[in-house]
Structure formats: C-alpha cells, structure tokens
C-alpha cells in the first residue's frame, strides 16, 4: 500500500524563477498559469561523452522503474556510491528560494524523476521555519551520479518576492553527493509516484512533487508542466520557458497533439507513450513502441537495431573521440529528414535538427570537418519496453506538455521546429 504525504497549507501563491547564473527572473501569468523562463548551460569538466551519460542514464531510469514494478521497494542507502561520478554535460537549470527567510539554490530541472533536493553545492541552511522528518533519502541517477541525506520540510518560493510559496514542501538535503558540480541539486518534476522508495524507513511514502502541490494549494488551475525550448549555438544561455498550470500558446503553432501515457512498463512510469519512427519517406526504424520523453537526456536515443537501421541509411560512422556519430559535409547535404509518428499525426525531424551545433564541436572534442549526429544508441534492442528517449534535443524542437492530471503527454510544432541554427 502505497501512503501520500501532503504539504501544509492551502490556498496558497506561488511562483517560479528560472535563469542562469543565478539570475531572477520575472514572473508572466497566463490565465492562471505561471510561465517562466529556463537557461541552459553546458558542463563539460569530466571524461565521459554525452553519450555514456545519457547510457548510463537510461540504465539507471528502466532499473529502477522495473525494480518499482515488482512491488518490491529498495531500501535506500545512507551511503554514496564510491565509483567516480562525472557531472552531467548539458544543464538546464532553475533559482529556488528555500526556507524563510529564504536562501537561493541553482537546481537541475528534471522531469525523470521526482525528488526535489538540495545540497551538492551549498549546503542546506536550515532556518526557523525548517521541519525534520526521521526519513533518510538517497538517490542515484547513473554513472556514479547520487545523492545521499536526511528529509526535511521547509517553505518553497520560486521567484522574486512577495512570490508565490508552498509551506510544508518536502524535499531533501543532501550531506553527500556525487556528480553535480556547479548546481545545488534537482528539482525533480516527473510522476509522483517515483518517490516511492526513495526514503527510509517510509519506504512506500509518496512525496508531492512543487507541481502537485500548485495544484493542490489553488495556485494552478491544471497539474500541467509545459516545456518550450529552442536550438542554441551559444555556450549558456536563457532558451526556454517553464509553463505550469497549463500552456503558453505563444510558444508553439498549430495543433497540440496530446497522447496517453504508454500502459507498457517500464515507460509506464515516466512521461511514456507509444512512437513511431521512420527515416525519410520508407525507412521504418521503430512502429508504435514505447519510450520516454526525458529532460535529463541530452540526445535522441534509439533501440540498437532502430540505430543500425539509421547509420545505415545516413552512411554515418562512430567517433570514438566524442562518443558520436558522425558525416562529413556533402552526406550532410544530403541528411533526410526523419518522421516522428505519435497518436496518428507526423511530426517532422529536419537534418538540422539532427545534428550537435557546429560552431560547439570544440566543446564535444569534435572537429570543424565533420557534423556530429544527436541520434544515437539507446544500449538495448527493441522490445525492452523503453525503446526510445526523446532527450532534450529532440524537445528543443517542440512543445511539450506533461498533463499529470489526465495522464498524457502533448506535443506541438514550434517557430523552432524547422530552425537551421544547428
């Protein structure tokens, strides 16, 4: 049985300021959405390619979901994993106020899991209106990356004040950490129910996620979290907007396509559906399989024989040196499209879209003579129940909207989606 933990308060305001360098940025509302803006940076300070981040990554997300779908929970460890964890590569970051009164705290947005914590960097100041629980919290996240600590419960503003605020947020505050240098921590935005098991002794509490308890304290009208982001060429930037509550439909053009969440696990425990995947006009590579979208992800991973089937049709070849794969200038000239399929509309992928930013090459260990591909291998065939992640490259190209509420997942074209920025 699982047991729901609830926040105190109600009726309560709330707002969110996402930016990089710690910057506060100011809140828009949008019939009763709160829309904000969201920064990207990029972290490139270990040995690991993008490529065994994100592998590592999907290991760490279908073990855990299918160690949850057999009923038998984890109790976690007070311990941090003593393998060398490599910080993760491409960032995408939010300012937190915590506490009152309150002290800033830069965290990961991550809609793969759900645990909001702190403490990698700075170390959680407790404060007056700080609660202790008698929960221990540990997480791991993949190639090395983990945290280990105590649970607590403290009012949460995001935003420049008088803000909007939860009282009773329970979130963690880590006293080890491993691979999240220059950031505080996560805030975790994915299913609630990828709490479960992430505390001890309370093993099968579900913790609220911020957007539940928005939702639950009338400060949004819909348990929706809406992405915008767009391609960029630069370094760190402010590329992209949080909606919560619903969606800005400045943001994208056309129809917003909405699909259930996928009823096959391991996806079914993520933001998951079912996709189809083909390159060109005849080339399938995956028919109604299901996936993920993760923001955690950097690039667009596919099923190893779905992968083979792409390399083949491109002629693109490994680079060891960046974990990549690879074509020179005049197979780019004639890189096709690929075709994404999702509850019966087709959303298209350009050749643009399909490649890492060229002018960023130095920052991979690429070379200026070749395009580098953001299609790679996912590490299992098809039929794993987790047979694509649609990472953040993928997501720069479209709209998305992860509606808690009615389990589903909604997509949409951008100004962006046929940009040739890359």
Do not use: C
């Not at 990029?42 to 290991?59: C, E, K, W, Y």
């Amino acid at each position: 049985m699982l047991l729901y933990r609830y926040s105190l308060g109600s009726g309560l305001l709330l707002v969110l300021s996402l930016a990089i360098a710690r910057a506060i940025a100011t809140k828009v509302v949008i019939n009763n959405t709160i829309a904000l803006p969201i920064a990207k940076r990029f972290n490139f300070t270990g040995s690991a390619t993008i490529l065994q981040h994100d592998q590592a990554r999907a290991r760490s997300l279908r073990a855990r979901a299918l160690a949850r779908g057999t009923g038998i929970l984890p109790v976690p460890s007070p311990e941090v994993s003593s393998v060398p964890a490599e910080n993760q590569l491409v960032q995408y970051t939010v300012i937190v106020k915590m506490g009152s009164p309150p002290t800033e705290y830069e965290l990961i947005v991550d809609i793969g899991s759900s645990n909001t914590w702190v403490g990698a960097g700075d170390a959680y100041m407790q404060k007056p209106s700080t609660r202790a629980t008698h929960n221990e919290m540990a997480l791991e996240y993949g190639n090395g990356a983990a945290m280990a600590g105590v649970e607590i419960a403290d009012t949460v503003m995001l935003g420049v004040e008088p803000g909007l605020s939860i009282l009773g947020q329970f979130f963690g505050s880590a006293s080890r950490s491993a691979g999240f240098d220059g950031v505080d921590g996560i805030l975790g935005l994915g299913p609630t129910d990828l709490t479960v098991g992430t505390l001890n002794p309370d093993s099968t509490v579900v913790i609220p996620t911020v957007t539940d308890n928005l939702f639950a304290q009338a400060a949004i009208a819909s348990e929706i979290v809406s992405i915008s982001f767009e391609p960029t060429t630069s370094k760190e930037t402010i590329n992209g907007e949080l909606t919560f509550g619903g969606t800005d439909t400045s943001k994208f053009i056309g129809q917003m396509i909405f699909a259930p969440i996928t009823s096959t696990s391991p996806s079914s425990q993520f933001f998951g559906i079912q996709q189809s995947v083909r390159y060109a006009e005849t080339d399938t590579l995956l028919k109604g399989n299901p996936g993920i979208f993760d923001t955690g992800t950097t690039l667009l991973l596919l099923a190893t024989d779905a992968l083979d089937l792409y390399v083949s049709s491109t002629g693109a070849v490994f680079d060891d040196t960046t974990g990549l794969y690879r074509i020179n200038p005049t197979q780019f000239a004639h890189l096709q499209s690929m075709f994404f399929t999702i509850n019966g509309i087709t959303f298209e992928f350009t050749a643009n879209a399909q490649i890492w930013p060229r002018n960023l090459n130095s920052l991979i260990g690429g070379s200026s003579s070749f395009v580098y591909l953001i299609v790679a291998d996912i590490g299992t065939r098809s039929g794993s129940g987790m047979d694509f992640i649609n990472g953040m490259t993928f997501m720069e190209r479209f709209y998305t909207v992860f509606d808690t509420g009615n389990n589903r997942v909604g997509i949409a074209n951008t100004p962006f989606t046929t940009a040739t920025t890359n």
